[in-house]
Structures are given as C-alpha cells and as structure tokens.
C-alpha cells in the first residue's frame, strides 16, 4: 500500500541538478518530519536528510553544502534539492515519514522510490 509519491529525478549530468518532491497520497502530514533516504545499486539503504516539522533539518555528511531538504505545508510536498550531483549520488530516492529527525526514530510509512542516474 503506497502512502507516500515521490518524483522528479531520471538522467542527470555529473555536476547537474534535479529536484525531487514528495507527497502523501491520502494524509496530511504537518506534524511529521519527513526524511529522505537512498539505495545504490548493491548497496544497503542509507539515510540522505530529513526535515522536522518545525523545519529544522539534517544531512548525511556525503550531500551537505550540496542537497537542500524543505518543505511547503500549504502544498504538503517536501522537497529535495539536489546540486553538483556526482556519480555516486546514482540510487533509488526514498523518501519516508518519521516521529522526529533524531531519537532513532523508525519511518513509519515509505514511498516507492524515484530513480536518479547520474551520468554523462
């Protein structure tokens, strides 16, 4: 059952930007912190950002300075800017609901992935 939409991502050139969104389907999500994981092929599920919802935010030491998480409540979408891609940053993007951005916090309900290559 899919709770979440993600979008935006497919080819980027190393050094490009994309911008994905995300959506509940059926739910409104105002008190919820958001947070964005990745998969690469072969490799576990990694945890990319999440935002709070009082939009305080964190990130993965390999996208600070170059991803931006944010979020439009009016809309209900959360937002991942992606900048000065690399090759490494090639994954499924997940993007998943949480209590909070910290305290171990287990996502409670995920999307079903977007796909970012990057790729010359």
């Known amino acids: 059952q899919v709770q979440l939409e993600e979008s935006g991502g497919g080819l980027v050139q190393p050094g490009g930007s994309t911008r994905l969104s995300c959506t509940p389907d059926s739910f409104t999500w105002n008190y919820y912190a958001i947070a964005w994981f990745r998969q690469a092929p072969g490799k576990e599920r990694e945890p990319v950002s999440c935002?709070?919802?009082?939009?305080?935010?964190t990130y993965a030491d390999s996208v600070k300075g170059r991803f931006t998480v944010s979020r439009d409540n009016a809309k209900n979408t959360v937002y991942l800017q992606m900048n000065d891609l690399k090759s490494e940053d090639t994954a499924v993007y997940y993007c998943?609901?949480?209590?909070?951005?910290?305290?171990?916090?287990?996502?409670?309900?995920w999307g079903q992935g977007t796909q970012v290559n990057v790729s010359s």
């Open positions: 998943a609901t949480l209590v909070a951005c910290s305290g171990g916090y287990a996502p409670t309900r």
């Open positions: 935002i709070n919802s009082d939009a305080r935010t």
